[in-house]
């Protein structure tokens, strides 16, 4: 389908829009702008079939609200844009997405769902639909069970546990609406569970966001305190990083690159977990914030060069720490993490960690980058290895052998 035909059909639908109740144009609004995500992607355009999903399960969906007062497809419309432009994820996933609370709270089935929308989402939605709830039971049998259940339907296909990320990533957003005991519950399940997963599964920035909202809830005042803090030596950071990137900016211009410098701080969880660790104050951590440099490599010149070839340029200027260099450049993490660490003495004696990678290692950190489907790449590979490394719990297992298989997995 044609770009401009399928952004002309949005425009039109929202000239149509002008007569509707503000629910309704709440949800068109919202699938509008899942549509206009899906149209900025690199995927080919299956505008038809998206708007098929929506239409389905806003119609399923209908008259039901959730607790904050929207309307309950509201939710769907915005897991369905975390899949595509947090995850990167094409129209099967978005599609899955959409309708992953169809056969869980309305009376459609799966075999509905496969009737219309064909085998593959269906699978999908089923295996969404078996670890729906709580990974965390009233017991801890159940509990145990539970995330046996959601390794399993990894093991049938990744996707399923993308887009059961990208739901509590969404909940975990809108968690202000809920009890205060609802929220501590699933703020304990996300921290314990999800952002391990999506860490191992190479989402960075969803792991990030998750860690800080569930410490958010969790710990409030250690929050509330950590955020102001940072607030309070913002204006301090951004002088040091001036003076730093000064020197760098110069070197690394004369040597022809076309590259961005930022600054990157520290998450609120992180800086907490570092401060409880290591038994120091705010004051005490000497890496709250990073500096990041992200290249587009020179014609001809291997990425992996030119990290070491900025790395260079950088040492000339400032003292490294040897016993801090990290090179993830030539030996990925297991979850796919490329980047070359070092840290160096700052300007203002102050040890200053610089992160150094090529615009695509960057961009696979902040999305999904996972070649589903294509079991030849590495990175598929160690996903797929780390998965089916785990064999099915026997039922029978005491309730502390299954807890402890739950914290091994985690760990790993």
């Known amino acids: 389908m044609d770009d401009t035909k399928d952004t002309k059909d949005i425009k039109e639908t929202g000239e149509a829009a002008s ?70 994820l094409g129209s099967t996933s978005i599609c899955s997405a959409l309708l992953h609370d169809v056969v869980e709270d309305t009376e459609y089935t799966v075999e509905d769902i496969r009737d219309m929308f064909g085998d593959k989402i269906a699978q999908i939605v089923d295996g969404l639909t078996k670890i729906s709830g709580g990974i965390f039971g009233e017991q801890a049998s159940a509990q145990a069970e539970n995330f046996r259940k959601l390794l399993l339907t990894m093991s049938d296909d990744i996707r399923v546990i993308l887009i059961k990320i990208a739901d509590r990533l969404h909940n975990m957003r809108t968690l202000g609406s809920m009890l205060p005991a609802k929220q501590f519950k699933i703020a304990g399940e996300t921290l314990y569970l999800y952002a391990p997963l999506a860490h191992r599964l190479g989402l960075f920035s969803i792991k990030t966001e998750l860690e800080d909202l569930s410490f958010k809830y969790e710990h409030p005042q250690e929050y509330d305190f ?44 992180s800086i907490w977990n570092k401060m409880e660790s290591k038994g120091v104050a705010f004051e005490d951590i000497y890496d709250i914030y990073a500096v990041r440099i992200i290249f587009d490599p020179l014609p001809g010149v291997d990425e992996k060069n030119q990290c070491w070839d900025i790395y260079s340029a ?19 993490k297991a979850n796919g993490y490329q980047a070359l660490h ?47 490394g785990y064999k099915p719990l026997p039922r029978y297992w ?14 790993n």
């Open 19 to 88: 007569v509707l109740s503000a629910d309704e144009q709440m949800i068109q609004d919202g699938f509008n702008a899942l549509l206009n995500d899906y149209l900025k992607s690199n995927h080919r355009r299956k505008v038809e079939r998206i708007t098929k999903a929506f239409n389905f399960a806003n119609q399923a969906h209908a008259g039901v609200k959730r607790r904050s007062g929207e309307p309950y497809i509201m939710h769907p419309i915005a897991v369905a844009r975390i899949v595509c432009r947090e995850m990167g």
């Open 226 to 269: 950590i955020s102001a803090k940072l607030k309070a030596t913002e204006e301090s950071r951004n002088k040091l990083f001036e003076r730093f990137a000064a020197p760098v900016d110069e070197k690394l211009k004369s040597m022809g690159l076309q590259y961005e410098m930022r600054a990157r701080v520290k998450s609120v969880y």
């Open 314 to 332: 950088i040492t000339d200027i400032y003292r490294i720490r040897p016993d801090r260099i990290r090179d993830w450049v030539s030996r990925p």
């Open 342 to 388: 070092l840290t160096v003495m700052g300007p203002d004696g102050q040890w200053v960690e610089i992160q150094i990678r090529s615009r695509r290692m960057d961009e696979s950190q902040r999305k999904a980058s996972l070649p589903i489907g294509n079991t030849r790449n590495p990175t598929w590979r160690r996903i797929r290895n780390w998965i089916n």
């Open 398 to 411: 005491r309730v502390r052998t299954r807890m402890r298989w739950i914290s091994w997995i985690r760990s």
